[in-house]
C-alpha cells in the first residue's frame, strides 16, 4: 500500500477532508463574543453586591447605633435627690399646716429639757407606715401640733420617692365638716363621697381640735365612719384635742376609743406648756 493511500486510510470517519489548511477567518466572530461578554459584566455590576453579614458586621453596627443614636439622658444623684427634696417639701406645703406650726419645728426643746415630749414623738415615729391611731390630749401649748407637724414631714420625706402619691392632710375638725357639707351646695365641686374617700386614702390623717364640732348625729357619725374607714385600712390616724382624757373619750363615743386603744391609744401630754417663760420652744 502506498504512502498516500495509507493517510486516506487512518482519516477518521465523519470529517471530510477538502485537501486545504483551514482559513484564518472560518470559525465564530471574536469581536462579537466579546460584546456580549462587556454587555453582561456591565450589567452585573450595575447589580448591588450581595454581602453576607459576619459577627464582626453586627459589632460594627451596633456600637453605631449605641454611639449616634439619641438615647435618654438619666439624671445625675444630685439631681434624683434635688428632686425628692422638691417633692418632699411639696407635700409639706399641701398637707395644711399653718406657717406658724412649720416655723416652730425648728425651734424644738432639746430631748433633756422636754423627755416627755421626745418619749412620745419617738413613739409615733416608730409606729409610722403601720396604720398607728392615736390621741393626743391635754392643755394648750405643750407641743401636740408641732409635734404632729414633725411626724408628717418624716411621712413627706418616705413619699418623696413616689411622685403620682398624695401626702398627708392636716384639719380641724370644723374644717372638716364644713368641707363636708359644702358638698350638699348646689355649686359643689365635690361630692360627699369624694370627700370622705379622699380623707381615708390619705397615708396620714391629723384632725386637730377634734372634739370641737356640733354635737349632732350627722357630726358623730361622720367621725366615727372616718375612724372605722381608716382603721380597716390600717392608716395612720392622729386626734388632737385640748380636753382631758376623760372629756375627749365621752365627746368621740366609745366605738372610737375602742379604735384607738387598739391601734394605739390616748396619750395624755402632761408636760409643761413651751408658752411659758422658760418652758421650751
Request: net charge negative.
Amino acid at each position: 500500500m502506498s504512502t498516500e493511500s495509507a493517510m486516506q486510510t487512518q482519516q477518521p470517519s465523519g470529517i471530510e477532508h477538502s485537501g486545504q489548511m483551514p482559513s484564518s477567518t472560518s470559525g465564530p466572530d471574536l469581536s462579537a463574543v466579546l460584546s456580549v461578554v462587556r454587555t453582561i459584566e456591565a450589567k452585573r455590576a450595575m447589580q448591588p453586591k450581595r454581602v453576607e453579614p459576619t459577627r464582626l458586621d453586627e459589632c460594627v453596627r451596633l456600637l453605631h447605633e449605641q454611639t449616634f443614636s439619641p438615647r435618654p439622658i438619666l439624671p445625675s444623684a444630685e439631681e434624683i435627690e434635688n428632686q425628692r427634696v422638691f417633692r418632699r417639701g411639696q407635700l409639706m406645703r399641701m398637707a395644711g399646716f399653718q406657717r406658724r406650726e412649720m416655723e416652730a419645728m425648728g425651734s424644738i426643746a432639746a430631748p433633756d429639757e422636754c423627755p416627755e415630749w421626745w418619749n412620745v414623738y419617738r413613739t409615733l415615729l416608730d409606729e409610722l407606715g403601720s396604720g398607728m391611731m392615736y390621741a393626743l390630749v391635754g392643755g394648750f401649748g405643750v407641743g401636740k401640733t408641732v409635734m404632729v407637724a414633725c411626724i408628717a414631714w418624716h411621712c413627706c420625706d418616705r413619699l418623696s420617692h413616689e411622685p403620682t402619691r398624695n401626702g398627708p392632710h392636716y384639719t380641724t375638725a370644723r374644717k372638716m365638716y364644713r368641707r363636708i357639707l359644702a358638698t350638699m351646695r348646689d355649686d359643689a365641686t365635690e361630692t360627699e363621697q369624694q370627700v370622705i374617700a379622699d380623707l381615708t386614702n390619705r397615708p396620714l390623717l391629723i384632725i386637730d381640735e377634734a372634739h370641737e364640732r356640733s354635737q349632732t348625729e350627722y357630726s358623730d357619725k361622720t367621725m366615727r365612719e372616718i375612724i372605722d374607714l381608716r382603721y380597716g385600712h390600717k392608716a395612720d390616724t392622729i386626734l388632737i384635742s385640748n380636753l382631758k382624757q376623760e372629756e375627749f373619750e365621752k365627746s368621740i363615743g366609745g366605738s372610737a376609743v375602742d379604735r384607738l386603744n387598739h391601734a394605739g391609744g390616748v396619750v395624755f401630754c402632761n408636760w409643761p406648756s413651751f408658752r411659758k417663760p422658760g418652758g421650751g420652744a
